[in-house]
């Protein structure tokens, strides 16, 4: 896994907007995310897409199809040309042009096929368009070695995402109020830390959080 701090000028250049909406460090870890994608269809060419121009560590592509005429309808990675070819070798070279700092892998095998400690290797587990039962045993596997999954689809002008991120620490800035907090927010969520500092004559809570996920099964 990468582990480096975009700390050239040219890099520092290339991220600047996000930097500057999310911080260096926030930049530090996407430059050091290990991700795996699986099939790759429409929506996974949007997610593609916005991973690496985010400027992730890695990317791993895993699908073992390949490329149809309704494919050419939907994807932007992929023409005519490619109609037969496995879907992500097809894709593969326009997603590297899109920045090459991004070390991208590509995988045509079955995901059905790989063992539950394959997906130890990532730091986040995509899978899209699957069948709930492959979700959930993909879903499964991350659990056992304590990593990040989502699933998502689209069907139509419909669409869904499940996130299963285990247990999820964030914190929010507000101003403090007289009301003292609850610690339980809600059933899955709980205020953990609660720390304040001054900002002129206001008061600020930095509030941390821990949303509990559940998985699919």
Same mark, same amino acid.
């Given at each position: 896994?990468?582990?480096?701090?975009?700390?050239?000028?040219?890099?520092?250049?290339?991220?600047?907007?996000?930097?500057?909406?999310?911080?260096?460090?926030?930049?530090?870890?996407?430059?050091?995310?290990?991700?795996?994608?699986?099939?790759?269809?429409?929506?996974?060419?949007?997610?593609?897409?916005?991973?690496?121009?985010?400027?992730?560590?890695?990317?791993?592509?895993?699908?073992?199809?390949?490329?149809?005429?309704?494919?050419?309808?939907?994807?932007?990675?992929?023409?005519?040309?490619?109609?037969?070819?496995?879907?992500?070798?097809?894709? &593969? #070279? +326009?997603?590297?042009?899109?920045?090459? @700092?991004?070390?991208?892998? /590509?995988? =045509?095998?079955?995901?059905?096929? $790989?063992?539950?400690?394959?997906?130890?290797?990532?730091?986040?587990?995509?899978?899209?368009?699957?069948?709930?039962?492959?979700?959930?045993?993909?879903?499964?596997?991350?659990?056992?070695?304590?990593?990040?999954?989502?699933?998502?689809?689209?069907?139509?002008?419909?669409?869904?995402?499940?996130?299963?991120?285990?247990?999820?620490?964030?914190?929010?800035?507000?101003?403090?109020?007289?009301? &003292? #907090? +609850?610690?339980?927010?809600?059933?899955? @969520?709980?205020?953990?830390? /609660?720390? =304040?500092?001054?900002?002129?004559? $206001?008061?600020?809570?930095?509030?941390?959080?821990?949303?509990?996920?559940?998985?699919?099964?």
């Amino acid at each position: 896994m990468a582990n480096q701090e975009p700390n050239g000028q040219d890099e520092i250049a290339l991220y600047d907007r996000q930097i500057r909406l999310w911080g260096v460090k926030a930049q530090e870890k996407l430059r050091s995310a290990n991700i795996l994608l699986i099939t790759f269809k429409a929506l996974a060419n949007e997610i593609a897409k916005n991973l690496v121009l985010a400027g992730i560590g890695s990317l791993t592509i895993l699908d073992h199809e390949v490329v149809t005429e309704t494919d050419l309808c939907a994807q932007f990675f992929v023409s005519e040309e490619h109609v037969g070819q496995n879907r992500a070798q097809a894709a &593969a #070279p +326009q997603v590297r042009a899109m920045n090459p @700092r991004v070390q991208l892998h /590509i995988d =045509t095998e079955d995901v059905r096929t $790989k063992p539950p400690e394959f997906f130890k290797d990532f730091d986040v587990t995509i899978a899209t368009d699957l069948d709930f039962a492959t979700y959930a045993t993909i879903n499964a596997a991350c659990r056992i070695s304590n990593r990040r999954f989502y699933a998502a689809g689209l069907h139509g002008f419909y669409g869904y995402a499940f996130a299963d991120l285990i247990s999820h620490d964030f914190v929010i800035e507000r101003e403090k109020s007289n009301v &003292a #907090p +609850q610690l339980q927010d809600t059933s899955t @969520r709980s205020i953990i830390n /609660i720390n =304040t500092k001054r900002d002129n004559d $206001k008061v600020i809570e930095m509030v941390t959080k821990r949303e509990i996920y559940s998985p699919l099964l």
